[in-house]
C-alpha cells in the first residue's frame, strides 16, 4: 500500500512538472523559446529582424541561448519547489 502511495505522488510530481510553462528569451527579445517543467520546448518565436538580418550564426547563437535560459529557469522552479518540500535542507543529488 505504502508503494502505491508512492507512485501516485511520483505520477502527480511528473504531471505538475508538465503543466509548468517558463518562457526564456535572447537578443532583447528577439529570440523566446516556451518549455515545460519537463524542459520540452512548447513553442518558439523568432522576430523577422532576427531573420532578415541575414546572420544565420547570430540566429543559431539567439536559439541556443534562448533554450538555454528557459531550461535556467525550469531548473531553477524545481529547486524552489523541492527546497520547500524539504525545508529548505540541501540534499545531495538534487539540483
Do not use: C, H, W
Request: charged content about 20%; cysteine-free; hydrophobic content about 40%.
Amino acid at each position: 500500500m505504502k508503494n502505491m502511495q508512492q507512485i501516485m505522488n511520483q505520477a502527480q510530481k511528473i504531471k505538475q512538472m508538465g503543466e509548468m510553462t517558463v518562457e526564456g528569451s535572447s537578443g532583447g527579445g528577439m529570440v523566446s523559446i516556451k518549455m515545460n517543467g519537463l524542459k520540452q520546448v512548447l513553442g518558439v518565436k523568432i522576430e523577422p529582424d532576427a531573420v532578415t538580418s541575414g546572420d544565420l550564426e547570430m540566429l543559431q547563437d539567439l536559439i541556443v541561448a534562448a533554450f538555454n535560459e528557459a531550461a535556467r529557469k525550469v531548473d531553477e522552479e524545481l529547486s524552489g519547489q523541492i527546497g520547500n518540500l524539504t525545508g529548505g535542507l540541501k540534499i545531495p543529488g538534487l539540483f
